[in-house]
């Protein structure tokens, strides 16, 4: 679920794995956004990571949500795995405004 907050510029997105998750699914941010991408793994412990931005949620218990917060500096696709199954869980993608 994607969420932009009316008068402000920030994007928030809730990543659920196994759900909302996948190769094909493509998150994306205008630069110079704040970005709020929250991560939950229903079915195990995680650790999720932002290429490109070099960010991680840490350890994630079944369950649990762990958030990277950050500015969208960096323009192009950046991907988002999971540490613990090495999968590609979707795509940041920054573009210009």
């Known amino acids: 679920m994607a969420t932009?907050?009316?008068?402000?510029?920030?994007?928030?997105?809730?990543?659920?794995?196994?759900?909302?998750?996948?190769?094909?699914?493509?998150?994306?941010v205008v630069q110079g956004a704040q970005v709020v991408l929250n991560v939950i793994n229903p079915d195990g412990h995680d650790d999720v990571h932002l290429h490109g931005y070099d960010l991680s949620t840490g350890s994630i218990e079944k369950g649990e949500t762990g958030?990277?917060?950050?500015?969208?500096?960096?323009?192009?696709?950046?991907?988002?795995?999971?540490h613990e199954s090495e999968e590609l869980i979707s795509i940041l993608r920054v573009t210009a405004p």
């Open 4 to 28: 932009t907050v009316p008068d402000s510029n920030t994007f928030e997105y809730t990543i659920t794995v196994g759900e909302n998750t996948g190769t094909d699914v493509v998150i994306d």
């Open 67 to 82: 958030t990277m917060t950050f500015q969208a500096t960096k323009t192009g696709d950046f991907d988002i795995e999971s």
